[in-house]
Nanobody, 120 residues
Framework: QVQLVESGGGLVQPGGSLRLSCAAS????????MGWYRRVTENQRELVASVTSVGNTSYADSVKGRFTISRDNAKTTVYLQMNGLKPEDTDVYYCHAHITTYSMSSMYYWGKGTLVTVSS
């Protein structure tokens, strides 16, 4: 069974920094892309940043120049370094990954989310 477990959320003042982590575990053969989303509405999430297995990255315009996404060498953990945080960055951040298991089943997985609150 595959799991994505996020950590690193919390309360930070405007202009501050946080680092989110997401570790994938389970019967994982490969992970093609990992990323972070945040909630826009109850049923809609927007992409914040993503990184492929070969290191290609993509960012939402609203976070370019402030957030940096990276993966560890084993490529099962993804990080989101968030600098220059603004109150409008307050949200629940979800880890997202496309994973192929050893049984050759491929699908997208979601973490349960971690809350980031930017407030003075």
């Amino acid at each position: 069974q595959v799991q994505l477990v996020e950590s690193g959320g919390g309360l930070v003042q405007p202009g501050g920094s946080l680092r989110l982590s997401c570790a994938a575990s389970g019967s994982i053969f490969s992970i093609s892309v990992m990323g972070w989303y945040r909630r826009v509405t109850e049923n809609q999430r927007e992409l914040v940043a993503s990184v492929t297995s070969v290191g290609n990255t993509s960012y939402a315009d609203s976070v370019k120049g402030r957030f940096t996404i990276s993966r560890d060498n084993a490529k099962t953990t993804v990080y989101l370094q968030m600098n220059g945080l603004k109150p409008e960055d307050t949200d629940v951040y979800y880890c997202h990954a496309h994973i192929t298991t050893y049984s050759m089943s491929s699908m997208y997985y979601w973490g349960k989310g971690t809350l980031v609150t930017v407030s003075s």
